[in-house]
């Protein structure tokens, strides 16, 4: 569900232009970062049902993908954001780290442990959206398409008031004329890579 995940970021961007995109992307994929080295290292696996297509995995990551596991990388996300910024971006931040787990939680088939490691073999969670793959898409091509014009937007109404603010040092005048293009340019750069990110995820590529 990576470009849902990217949406979100999107979404949240618009809403938070002060904190930096890359960051915000970074953190809607924190968990999925994290597992990599462990899928890599054989800690965690994903096994196909199917035929391995979109939704189509059983996903054991028992310690990135855990409830607790997320929220101890939530948290240091959280905290190193608050050194580099301030304390509203690191609540943003740690807050889009655990959405991740929310958004796998309603997915994921039921392959997500509450404790590190399934320690305890308790049930484990996931409700199973990715069994309806026409809905599970429906979703995440509402979160991209809200991420995207929501940014678009917003993007847009920055460069206007830059172009109506007189230049001075810091602004040419030129530079206030372009800001509108390039506002244009950043919003469809962003909703041609959510695009990509759902087709790439969709069709298994």
Known sequence: MFAGHFGLAAIV???APEVPL???MVSTQLLDIAFVPLLLSGAETMEPIGH???GQNIIHADYTHSLIGALVLSLLAGLLAWL???KRSAVI???LSFSHWLFDLIFHHSDMPILPGNIGDFPLLGLRLWELPALSAAV???LIAAGALLYFRSVLAR???QAETPANGNLTLKQNRNSPVRAYWAGAIMTALLILSFATDYFNL
Do not use: D, P
Request: glycine share 14%; net charge positive.
């Open 140 to 142: 995440e091509i509402v």
């Open 84 to 86: 580099l910024w301030n």
């Open 159 to 161: 460069s206007r008031r």
């Open 22 to 24: 890359w960051a915000l």
């Open 93 to 95: 931040i740690g807050s």
């Open 52 to 54: 391995g297509g979109y």
């Open 13 to 15: 961007k618009a809403k």
